[in-house]
């Protein structure tokens, strides 16, 4: 085993995982402020992401570009979802099951939606850049990998100084620490709740995208992304953004390293097994949760 | 009391000769009863759109029979279920069919996995079951009633290009090969044939690797194949694994003499999404529009008219080539005794638009060999040599 397939292995897998996080930032929010656990999530990103392919192909816009479009789109279907729809369970006895429950239908809506419009057939980001390395030394950096970790770096950042700096940011954590205190202080919880979920919504775009530079996809893959998104929001400890930040940097590591030094076959199983083990030892997540 | 007579006569005469109207008609009245054939197909779900491409194969070759005067003298007709690509429910549709609805044949399903757990059933109630099957070990379960025609084997995958190879001198075959291949019964159906071969051919397998999918990443095990100097490339995965084995080789400018793409690079999107990327790599098929064989005109005719394409879909043929077969062994048996078929289609050839074809006591005609190359973003069929339609491309031109 040689010094450059490890470095290699291990920049791959670190890009590959700051992907994994950027779709999983807002997962990770509704789920750990909101109690909701949004099935739906990685098909908001596979909407997304269609959307970029045909803008791509239609106009010519690039699929990160496109983002300029979609990700304020989602947010306002996000904030309506919750006005019309979530907004009837979060009174519920069990909001998790409910939730989840719930999303899933809207899951299954978005996945036939796509195959309704864009068919079955696999697609591709295949821009100027798809091909294109910078090459540093023995290593290679291929483009869409690092415009996915760049991505992922703003997005994940946008995310944690919104809701540290900005006031509607500091209403939203309040909201959910102290439902009762933050009302009386004047804070609209529906709306801030709606906020939130369009906030969720539209990072989930932004991480559909970066999928898409990474990966094919095609109506159902949101399946296989939803895998990925408990496995960041797991190991990073629900509600927590930095958390889901450093979940999606260990995952790679680990993913990169185990594919460097272990047989392929069974890079999957010891990723998974850190989860299970991540579950029974700290089922809170490695990192704390905050919000 | 004579007009009594004449009214009980007139009475037997008129019941006579009603007699006589029906048994001159029971055989004709008889005869126009539709031969059902029945069975599931996933119409919805994952494999919808590939199932709904069979089904349009299945009643483009009905159309076509019964404007000729049907099967046996009898018009045909489908009752197909939708199983939602669920392999449980495709084999409660087969069951239904055959116990319930009685139908008179039993068409072929899909995917593999469907084909593969329909099989006992059609065993089971003696139905002759014509299908793709569900690879090698599909067909080796002692099934006598099971027929692959064609079948989609990937154990048949690379013959045609390792045949092929074997025509290239020595000196200018690849040394080393890198074998990559995602870990299911899919790949590894892949893998013998390739083991087989190289041996075959003095090609020395440096790296035989297997992965789970989904596929995090390949630039890992391109830089392994790169840095090993392989230059032969199996990249035995389905599309997303196979799309990125190739963008990675592009990205770190590892350029094999050869780059087999076995399962994935077969479906359309491959040249569609892919483009030049997507050129040069060898595959193989058991059917393909660009063969020679009766039949593949007509079908290519309907697609431009119906689907607005050049030629063909994959699977819209082998609707129609599963029909044939069927449709064969019925005429051929003159009955729709099912054991009768069955023998029928053991002992005698057919013609199909993948070829003439005789079955083995497992059901399956000789190893079909066909090797195809993208070129130039179209798959090319470049062995056999009495159906190639373009010159193989080797060494494989580098990155552009």
Same mark, same amino acid.
């Given at each position: 085993?040689?010094?450059?397939?490890?470095?290699?292995?291990?920049?791959?897998?670190?890009?590959?995982?700051?992907?994994?996080?950027?779709?999983?930032?807002?997962?990770?929010?509704?789920?750990?402020?909101?109690?909701?656990?949004?099935?739906?999530?990685?098909?908001?990103?596979?909407?997304?992401?269609?959307? #970029?392919?045909?803008?791509?192909?239609?106009?010519?816009?690039?699929?990160?570009?496109?983002?300029?479009?979609?990700?304020?789109?989602?947010?306002?279907?996000?904030?309506?979802?919750?006005?019309?729809?979530?907004?009837?369970? &979060?009174? #519920?006895?069990?909001?998790?099951?409910?939730?989840?429950?719930?999303?899933?239908?809207?899951?299954?809506?978005?996945?036939?939606?796509?195959?309704?419009?864009?068919? #079955?057939?696999?697609?591709?980001? &295949?821009?100027?850049?798809?091909?294109?390395?910078?090459?540093?030394?023995?290593?290679?950096?291929?483009?869409?990998?690092?415009? *996915?970790?760049?991505?992922?770096?703003?997005?994940?950042?946008?995310?944690?100084?919104?809701?540290?700096? &900005?006031?509607?940011?500091?209403?939203?954590?309040?909201?959910?620490?102290?439902?009762? #205190?933050?009302?009386?202080?004047?804070?609209?919880?529906?709306?801030?709740?709606?906020?939130?979920?369009?906030?969720?919504?539209?990072?989930?775009?932004?991480?559909?995208?970066?999928?898409?530079?990474?990966?094919?996809?095609?109506?159902?893959?949101?399946?296989?992304?939803?895998?990925?998104?408990?496995?960041?929001?797991?190991?990073?400890?629900?509600?927590?953004?930095?958390?889901?930040?450093?979940?999606?940097?260990?995952? *790679?590591?680990?993913?990169?390293?185990?594919?460097?030094?272990?047989?392929?076959?069974?890079?999957?199983?010891?990723?998974?097994?850190?989860?299970?083990?991540?579950?029974?030892?700290?089922?809170? *997540?490695?990192?704390?949760?905050?919000? | 009391?004579?007009?009594?007579?004449?009214?009980?006569?007139?009475?037997?005469?008129?019941?006579?000769?009603?007699?006589?109207?029906?048994?001159?008609?029971?055989?004709? @009245?008889?005869?126009?009863?539709?031969?059902?054939?029945?069975?599931?197909?996933?119409?919805?779900?994952?494999?919808?759109?590939?199932?709904?491409?069979?089904?349009?194969?299945?009643?483009?070759?009905?159309?076509?029979?019964?404007?000729?005067?049907?099967?046996?003298?009898?018009?045909?007709?489908?009752?197909?279920?939708?199983?939602?690509?669920?392999?449980?429910?495709?084999?409660?549709?087969?069951?239904?069919?055959?116990?319930?609805?009685?139908?008179?044949?039993?068409?072929?399903?899909?995917?593999?996995?469907?084909?593969?757990?329909?099989?006992?059933?059609?065993?089971?109630?003696?139905?002759?079951?014509?299908?793709?099957?569900?690879?090698?070990?599909?067909?080796?379960?002692?099934?006598?009633?099971?027929?692959?025609?064609?079948?989609?084997? %990937?154990?048949?995958?690379?013959?045609?290009?390792?045949?092929?190879?074997?025509?290239?001198?020595?000196?200018?075959?690849?040394?080393?090969?890198?074998?990559?291949?995602?870990?299911?019964?899919?790949?590894?159906?892949?893998?013998?044939?390739?083991?087989?071969?190289?041996?075959? !051919?003095?090609?020395?397998?440096?790296?035989?690797?297997?992965?789970? !999918?989904?596929?995090?990443?390949?630039?890992? !095990?391109?830089?392994?194949?790169?840095?090993?100097?392989?230059?032969?490339?199996?990249? +035995? %995965?389905?599309? %997303?694994?196979?799309?990125?084995?190739?963008?990675?080789?592009?990205?770190?400018?590892? +350029?094999?003499?050869?780059?087999?793409?076995?399962? %994935?690079?077969?479906?359309?999107?491959?040249?569609?999404?892919?483009?030049?990327?997507?050129?040069?790599?060898?595959?193989?098929?058991? !059917?393909?529009?660009?063969?020679?064989?009766?039949? +593949?005109?007509? @079908?290519?005719?309907?697609?431009?008219?119906?689907?607005?394409?050049?030629?063909?879909? @994959?699977?819209?043929?082998?609707?129609?080539?599963?029909?044939?077969?069927?449709?064969?062994?019925?005429?051929?048996?003159?009955?729709?005794?099912?054991?009768?078929?069955?023998?029928?289609?053991?002992?005698?050839?057919?013609?199909?638009?993948?070829?003439?074809?005789?079955?083995?006591?497992?059901?399956?005609?000789?190893?079909?060999?066909?090797?195809?190359?993208?070129?130039?973003?179209?798959?090319?069929?470049?062995?056999?040599?009495?159906?190639?339609?373009?010159?193989?491309?080797?060494?494989?031109?580098?990155?552009?």
């Amino acid at each position: 085993m040689n010094s450059t397939l490890i470095f290699q292995s291990l920049i791959s897998g670190v890009m590959m995982g700051s992907v994994y996080a950027l779709l999983g930032v807002g997962f990770s929010l509704t789920w750990g402020v909101m109690k909701v656990i949004n099935v739906a999530h990685a098909a908001f990103g596979l909407l997304a992401a269609f959307f #970029a392919y045909t803008v791509f192909h239609r106009y010519g816009i690039d699929p990160v570009v496109s983002l300029v479009l979609s990700v304020p789109f989602l947010f306002f279907l996000g904030c309506a979802l919750y006005r019309f729809l979530l907004i009837r369970i &979060t009174s #519920a006895r069990a909001v998790i099951v409910s939730s989840m429950i719930l999303t899933f239908g809207v899951a299954i809506i978005l996945e036939n939606l796509a195959l309704l419009l864009w068919g #079955a057939d696999p697609r591709l980001f &295949t821009t100027s850049y798809t091909s294109k390395v910078i090459i540093v030394g023995p290593f290679y950096f291929q483009y869409p990998p690092v415009i *996915g970790f760049v991505m992922s770096v703003v997005g994940i950042s946008s995310i944690y100084l919104f809701l540290k700096r &900005t006031y509607v940011g500091k209403a939203v954590r309040a909201a959910w620490q102290q439902p009762e #205190a933050s009302q009386l202080c004047g804070i609209n919880l529906g709306r801030i709740s709606a906020i939130t979920f369009g906030l969720a919504v539209a990072s989930a775009g932004a991480g559909g995208v970066g999928m898409g530079l990474l990966y094919s996809f095609e109506p159902h893959s949101h399946n296989l992304w939803l895998i990925y998104l408990f496995l960041v929001v797991i190991v990073g400890g629900v509600g927590n953004v930095l958390g889901t930040a450093m979940a999606g940097l260990i995952i *790679g590591v680990i993913t990169g390293l185990s594919m460097a030094f272990l047989p392929y076959q069974w890079v999957n199983l010891l990723t998974f097994g850190l989860l299970m083990v991540i579950l029974v030892v700290k089922p809170q *997540g490695l990192f704390q949760s905050e919000v | 009391m004579r007009r009594a007579l004449l009214r009980k006569n007139a009475s037997t005469l008129l019941l006579f000769g009603l007699s006589l109207f029906l048994v001159a008609t029971a055989g004709p @009245l008889f005869a126009s009863q539709p031969i059902v054939i029945g069975g599931s197909l996933p119409l919805t779900g994952e494999f919808a759109e590939t199932g709904k491409l069979i089904e349009k194969g299945m009643k483009f070759w009905a159309e076509e029979i019964n404007a000729k005067g049907g099967l046996l003298g009898r018009p045909v007709e489908f009752k197909i279920y939708d199983d939602e690509s669920n392999v449980g429910k495709a084999v409660t549709y087969a069951e239904k069919a055959i116990t319930v609805d009685k139908v008179d044949l039993l068409f072929g399903g899909y995917p593999g996995t469907a084909a593969r757990a329909v099989m006992p059933v059609a065993e089971k109630h003696k139905f002759v079951y014509v299908s793709m099957g569900g690879h090698m070990k599909s067909f080796e379960q002692g099934y006598t009633f099971s027929f692959g025609a064609p079948p989609l084997m %990937g154990e048949w995958w690379y013959e045609g290009f390792f045949q092929w190879m074997e025509t290239i001198p020595a000196d200018q075959r690849p040394k080393k090969a890198a074998v990559y291949t995602m870990n299911n019964p899919v790949g590894s159906s892949l893998t013998g044939s390739i083991q087989k071969w190289t041996k075959q !051919l003095g090609i020395e397998v440096v790296i035989d690797e297997k992965y789970n !999918l989904p596929l995090p990443d390949a630039t890992p !095990l391109i830089m392994k194949a790169k840095q090993l100097n392989c230059d032969m490339l199996f990249a +035995n %995965g389905f599309f %997303g694994d196979g799309v990125m084995m190739i963008r990675a080789a592009k990205a770190l400018d590892y +350029n094999p003499k050869a780059i087999l793409q076995g399962i %994935g690079s077969v479906v359309p999107a491959w040249i569609k999404e892919l483009g030049k990327d997507g050129d040069y790599v060898f595959s193989g098929t058991s !059917l393909f529009n660009k063969l020679n064989f009766p039949g +593949n005109d007509k @079908l290519n005719a309907y697609a431009r008219k119906e689907f607005n394409i050049d030629g063909y879909p @994959l699977y819209f043929g082998f609707g129609y080539a599963w029909m044939q077969a069927l449709a064969q062994g019925v005429e051929g048996a003159k009955s729709l005794d099912q054991t009768k078929i069955r023998d029928w289609l053991k002992t005698n050839k057919i013609e199909t638009i993948a070829g003439p074809m005789t079955f083995d006591e497992k059901g399956l005609p000789a190893p079909i060999n066909f090797c195809t190359q993208i070129i130039n973003g179209q798959v090319e069929l470049v062995w056999p040599l009495n159906v190639r339609t373009a010159e193989p491309v080797y060494p494989k031109p580098a990155w552009k």
